[in-house]
């Protein structure tokens, strides 16, 4: 292959220990080092030998994969990829087409396995995509939940099926639903999630009664952001709200649990959860304030008790993580229970020898991961964990190394078969990155170990052994933080637009703390609860947590979390193929990662200032923002904070808009008569224009001036106008004035005979959250470019938005105005 009779020689890919490094034929080639050189061709390099050289080195490389069974890392990615793939179309496609394509590809693949060239492997990927395309159809079919259509203020009757207490001492409810009130609603969700002010805890299990505003999930804030909606649906809560007076525990049973087989599984659900409300409540009456909180959360999940400024310091400081039970609390968790028992079994000399006490230590971890994971809530971090962490363990009992990506392909393709929408959430993305990154860096690390000692000859002294001990303890919390820290940034770009630039100063000082006190005073704790003998481990516990929130604090007073704006599209799939070749791969094809990585950055920071919309309005029509000159121009004088939060780190705008200007309209009273009378007179129209109008016209550029609860109008430095209503009724007179009229009612047309244009509530329903960009003076039209968070979407999950509860049907039309804006905004 290589011309000249020259042989290739190949450096081996593993000694057996004792043995030199050196080169020599092996079985299967390895792309490291003793490929042919350059000086070895004939000179000049023609096109066909340097064809045949990087044929070659990619043959070898490849080789080298295979060998070591990296390819099958590449499943779960592809199982993944196929979910991504189904979660992200507009329409819903055939359960009956996808299985059809899937057994298709499936038997072609095993039927060509054996033959050469690329047609295998693109079968297998094929069938990989559309298994991941299945399960996520599946997944979505088991889930049904019904999401309630439109806020509505209704009296409920449920059984609470969580609760969970908040830093102000309110309480949060899941509650299922046995029947709606006043009005009686005709398609209720299932579950809903509600928050009570004052009065006393429910028990779980109790049937309550209440008056309560419900109100569907939030979707995107704008195109391209966060859809809560799809959570939602998933986790089969249909809506959220919050009673108006604490409810009232009543003595209606639900109907038919038992028959439905609710009542075991119910009853056992129900057992757990109080079992993990008492260790909760135990910690943080031990404990205490806010470090009782955060170590209540950290061994149950319940974090609503931390207040809103610890929670904001953890997240500045990049120590958000801990909160949550993710990988590290049970890495820690397990980690200390398996060594310890293994110190108290080497205690036990004649035992040790005679009993596997490494098996056995695992499997007493395995029981304790268990339980960590049953008195965690079922979070979705701690299931991820739990399964990481099982897998690992059961290598041991296998004699089996437990430290390795194959492992992490297993519990990655346990979470897929169950739950592949797991896969769209920045809490699976950013666990499963951050733990890739480090065994594939600790791999790494221990074949380069692993050469070195091989080469190192004679016995080191003492001293030098035990500053090596200690360097490798000090530079593996600083290796690791850098490596977590790094590999998380993708996708906390993506999904929060920020990056925290001190994380890794707060990690180093943190860890320590959660690794020798937190951690190992905690499990001592918990195993000594039941005999109520925990409270002193817990108050050095309450300690350690005390000190990590000061860490916390602290870096978060140096302003460490930075901006980056809403990525490109192309960002996210582009980094983390990248990051996968980089990781996954262990040849030197590994390195094709780094150029991706970084198009992927650049890209991403070329678009980061470029395409900035005009005007911004959210999905209820009550805030919008004209964007001017670097200034944010809003429609409340306090704008809510969630909604306003994402558009700052999305379009890096001000953290703090300009707010509008209030005009006096008249005495409270005389506005509460205007709003509240059913049918206004010509008069009274005429003269809410004329004000509207004297406003446009004596508005500085970009300011809102609005008056209270009725209208705001602001003029464009381009000279859009555009009025914001909150009474439909004033909508014909403002589509006569303004170039753009946003209602955040119902109307009795959905477009304006002037040509404005119209986006009323019912079309913003539709529609989602909309980013708008003027044509300018030069051009016919007012809207040059028009974005939609929901435009075209019919998915399971957003089918709520067009469901009209008046006709008991799904509306899908829009106007064809908004449709051909949309269209050519594409």
Same mark, same amino acid.
């Given at each position: ?78 199982? !993944? ?7 992200? #179309? ?13 057994? @298709? ?25 559309? #298994?991941? *395309? ?9 889930? !049904? ?40 609603? %005709? ?16 028990? &779980? ?17 704008l195109p391209g952001l966060n859809d809560f ?5 998933f986790k089969g809560m249909g809506a959220t709200?919050?009673?108006? $007076?604490?409810?009232?525990?009543t003595t209606v049973s639900p109907e038919g ?11 056992? +659900? ?26 209540? %959360? ?31 609390? *049970? ?9 310890? #028992? ?109 050469? =070195?000692? $091989?080469?190192?000859? !004679? ?38 637009? $920020? ?14 703390? *959660? ?17 109520? #003998? ?39 799939? &582009? ?13 030197? @094809? ?27 309005? =959210? ?167 028009? $974005? ?11 089918? =709520? ?10 509306? =899908? +039309? ?13």
């Open positions: 292959m290589l011309g000249h009779g020259e042989k290739q020689h190949f450096e081996y890919a593993e000694t057996r220990p004792g043995s030199l490094p050196g080169t020599h034929e092996i079985l299967f080639p390895v792309c490291r080092t003793g490929d042919v050189a350059a000086r070895d061709l004939p000179a000049p390099v023609s096109w066909p030998n340097l064809k045949v050289v990087i044929t070659g080195k990619l043959t070898a490389c490849l080789a080298e994969e295979r060998a070591f069974g990296h390819d099958f890392l590449f499943v779960p990615v592809f199982i !993944g990829c196929g979910a991504i793939l189904w979660f992200s #179309l507009d329409v819903t496609p055939s359960s009956f087409v996808l299985a059809i394509a899937l057994l @298709l590809a499936a038997a072609l693949a095993l039927f060509i396995r054996y033959d050469t060239g690329l047609s295998p492997a693109g079968c297998s990927i094929a069938a990989f995509l559309l #298994l991941g *395309m299945l399960l996520a159809d599946l997944e979505t079919r088991r889930a !049904g939940t019904v999401v309630l259509d439109t806020p509505v203020t209704t009296t409920i009757i449920g059984t609470v099926l969580r609760r969970e207490v908040d830093a102000r001492g309110d309480w949060r409810y899941v509650v299922r639903l046995i029947a709606t009130e006043t009005p009686k609603l %005709s398609r209720p969700p299932e579950k809903v999630a509600l928050l009570a002010r004052g009065g006393e805890p429910v028990a &779980l299990g109790a049937t309550i009664r209440g008056k309560a505003r419900l109100s569907p999930p939030s979707g995107p804030a909606a799809f959570a939602s649906y709200g919050f009673f108006y $007076r604490p409810p009232q525990v649990d038992i028959a439905a087989g609710r009542g075991v599984m119910e009853w056992a +659900d129900m057992g757990l959860y109080r079992l993990r409300s008492a260790i909760a409540e135990r910690i943080r009456g031990t404990i205490g304030g806010d470090a009782g909180a955060f170590a209540a %959360s950290i061994v149950t999940d319940e974090r609503q008790a931390i207040s809103v400024e610890t929670m904001e310091a953890l997240r500045l400081s990049g120590l958000a993580h801990i909160v949550a039970i993710s990988g590290l609390n *049970m890495a820690l968790a397990a980690g200390i229970f398996f060594v310890g #028992l293994r110190l108290v079994f080497s205690l036990f000399p004649a035992f040790a020898q005679r009993w596997p006490v490494k098996k056995i230590s695992a499997f007493a971890a395995l029981l304790m991961t268990l339980a960590y994971y049953l008195i965690s809530g079922f979070a979705v971090s701690a299931e991820r964990a739990w399964l990481m962490m099982s897998v690992m363990l059961i290598a041991v009992l296998f004699d089996q190394p437990s430290l390795s990506l194959r492992n992490v392909a297993l519990s990655a393709l346990v979470i897929l078969a169950f739950s592949p929408s797991e896969i769209m959430g920045p809490s699976f993305q950013m666990s499963f990155a951050a733990t890739i990154a480090l065994v594939s860096a600790y791999a790494w690390w221990s074949r380069s170990r692993g050469n =070195h000692e $091989r080469l190192s000859i !004679g016995r080191r002294p003492a001293w030098m052994r035990v500053g090596q001990t200690a360097g490798a303890i000090i530079g593996g919390v600083i290796v690791t933080s850098l490596i977590g820290g790094l590999s998380t940034a993708i996708y906390s770009a993506e999904h929060f637009h $920020r990056v925290t630039t001190y994380g890794l100063f707060a990690n180093l000082a943190a860890m320590p703390l *959660m690794s020798l006190i937190v951690m190992p005073f905690g499990l001592v704790a918990m195993l000594l609860m039941p005999f109520g #003998l925990d409270a002193p481990f817990l108050k050095i516990m309450g300690y350690g947590m005390a000190l990590v929130i000061e860490v916390a604090q602290e870096v978060a007073s140096w302003g460490g979390s930075a901006a980056t704006g809403r990525p490109h599209g192309w960002f996210i799939g &582009l980094a983390s193929a990248g990051f996968l070749l980089l990781t996954l791969l262990r040849s030197r @094809l590994a390195l094709l990662g780094i150029p991706i990585l970084l198009f992927a950055f650049g890209l991403s920071a070329t678009m980061a200032y470029r395409d900035v919309p005009h005007l911004l309005i =959210h999905e209820d029509g009550e805030l919008v923002a004209l964007l001017e000159d670097g200034k944010a121009y809003t429609t409340r004088t306090r704008p809510q904070g969630f909604v306003y939060g994402q558009w700052q780190r999305a379009l890096l705008l001000p953290e703090q808009p300009v707010p509008p200007v209030i005009v006096e309209t008249g005495t409270a009273a005389t506005r509460v008569a205007l709003t509240a009378r059913p049918k206004l007179t010509p008069q009274e129209l005429s003269t809410v224009a004329r004000q509207m109008t004297a406003a446009l016209k004596d508005a500085e550029p970009g300011v809102f001036t609005c008056a209270k609860d009725i209208w705001c109008v602001a003029r464009a430095g381009s000279g859009e106008w555009i009025v914001v209503l909150e009474d439909g009724r004033f909508a014909g007179k403002a589509c006569d004035i303004a170039d753009i009229v946003v209602v955040s009612r119902r109307t009795s047309f959905s477009q304006c005979r002037s040509g404005a244009l119209l986006l009323n509530r019912d079309i913003l329903r539709r529609i989602g959250s909309v980013e708008m960009s003027f044509a300018g003076s030069e051009q016919p039209a007012v809207v040059g470019r028009l $974005r939609a968070a929901i435009a075209g979407v019919d998915r399971p999950w957003s089918e =709520h938005r067009y469901y009209d509860w008046k006709s008991g049907s799904f509306e =899908h +039309d829009v106007p064809e105005n908004i449709r051909q804006l949309l269209a050519t905004s594409q």
